[in-house]
Protein backbone atom coordinates (compact mmCIF):
# COMPACT_ATOMS: atom_id res chain seq x y z
CA UNK A 1 0.00 0.00 0.00
CA UNK A 2 1.25 3.46 -1.12
CA UNK A 3 1.50 6.78 0.96
CA UNK A 4 -0.89 8.23 -0.94
CA UNK A 5 -3.44 5.43 -0.79
CA UNK A 6 -3.02 5.75 3.09
CA UNK A 7 -3.49 9.41 3.20
CA UNK A 8 -6.94 9.17 1.75
CA UNK A 9 -5.61 9.92 -1.96
CA UNK A 10 -3.75 13.20 -0.22
CA UNK A 11 -0.27 13.77 -1.05
CA UNK A 12 2.28 14.86 1.21
CA UNK A 13 3.90 18.61 1.39
CA UNK A 14 7.46 18.71 0.68
CA UNK A 15 8.34 19.09 4.45
CA UNK A 16 6.14 15.94 5.63
CA UNK A 17 8.39 14.09 2.41
CA UNK A 18 11.52 14.77 4.12
CA UNK A 19 10.69 14.00 7.46
CA UNK A 20 8.44 10.34 6.04
CA UNK A 21 12.11 9.68 3.93
CA UNK A 22 14.20 10.72 7.25
CA UNK A 23 12.04 8.52 9.39
CA UNK A 24 11.96 5.76 6.89
CA UNK A 25 16.04 5.90 7.08
CA UNK A 26 15.94 4.99 10.37
CA UNK A 27 13.81 2.25 11.50
CA UNK A 28 13.95 -1.33 11.71
CA UNK A 29 13.99 -3.20 8.79
CA UNK A 30 10.63 -5.23 9.89
CA UNK A 31 9.05 -1.95 11.21
CA UNK A 32 8.85 -0.40 7.68
CA UNK A 33 5.09 -1.05 7.05
CA UNK A 34 3.87 -0.24 10.57
CA UNK A 35 6.24 3.23 10.62
CA UNK A 36 4.21 4.05 6.80
CA UNK A 37 0.80 3.72 8.15
CA UNK A 38 2.06 5.33 11.46
CA UNK A 39 3.38 8.18 9.36
CA UNK A 40 0.12 8.41 7.24
CA UNK A 41 -1.69 8.47 9.94
CA UNK A 42 -0.20 11.58 11.37
CA UNK A 43 0.30 13.31 7.91
CA UNK A 44 -3.27 13.01 7.42
CA UNK A 45 -4.11 14.83 11.17
CA UNK A 46 -2.30 17.45 10.52
CA UNK A 47 -4.25 18.11 7.13
CA UNK A 48 -7.31 17.66 8.65
CA UNK A 49 -6.36 19.96 11.71
CA UNK A 50 -6.28 16.95 14.56
CA UNK A 51 -2.51 17.14 14.89
CA UNK A 52 -2.76 17.87 19.31
CA UNK A 53 -0.45 17.41 21.98
CA UNK A 54 -2.28 14.64 23.03
CA UNK A 55 -1.92 12.56 19.92
CA UNK A 56 2.12 13.69 19.17
CA UNK A 57 2.37 12.23 23.09
CA UNK A 58 1.42 8.68 21.86
CA UNK A 59 2.96 9.59 18.31
CA UNK A 60 6.40 9.98 19.88
CA UNK A 61 7.05 6.70 22.10
CA UNK A 62 4.97 4.41 19.58
CA UNK A 63 7.68 5.51 16.49
CA UNK A 64 10.31 5.58 18.64
CA UNK A 65 9.60 1.79 19.52
CA UNK A 66 10.18 1.01 15.57
CA UNK A 67 13.52 3.09 15.28
CA UNK A 68 16.81 0.80 14.98
CA UNK A 69 18.51 1.78 18.76
CA UNK A 70 20.96 3.92 16.66
CA UNK A 71 18.87 6.56 16.07
CA UNK A 72 16.69 6.41 18.79
CA UNK A 73 18.29 10.04 20.15
CA UNK A 74 18.27 11.60 16.83
CA UNK A 75 14.68 11.36 16.26
CA UNK A 76 13.52 11.41 19.63
CA UNK A 77 14.97 14.94 19.96
CA UNK A 78 14.02 16.13 16.66
CA UNK A 79 10.21 15.22 17.30
CA UNK A 80 10.22 16.36 20.74
CA UNK A 81 11.60 19.76 18.88
CA UNK A 82 8.84 19.94 16.90
CA UNK A 83 5.95 19.20 19.76
CA UNK A 84 7.38 22.24 21.35
CA UNK A 85 6.42 24.29 18.39
CA UNK A 86 3.26 23.12 17.82
CA UNK A 87 0.21 25.58 18.69
CA UNK A 88 -1.21 24.92 21.42
Not at 11 to 37: C, H, P, S, T, Y
Not at 57 to 83: C, D, G, R, Y
Amino acid sequence: MNIVHLLGGKGMNQGQEQFFAFILERVQEDKVEEAKALLAESFKKQSEGTFTHDYISKFIPTMIALLKPENVEEVQSIMVQFSKNLKH
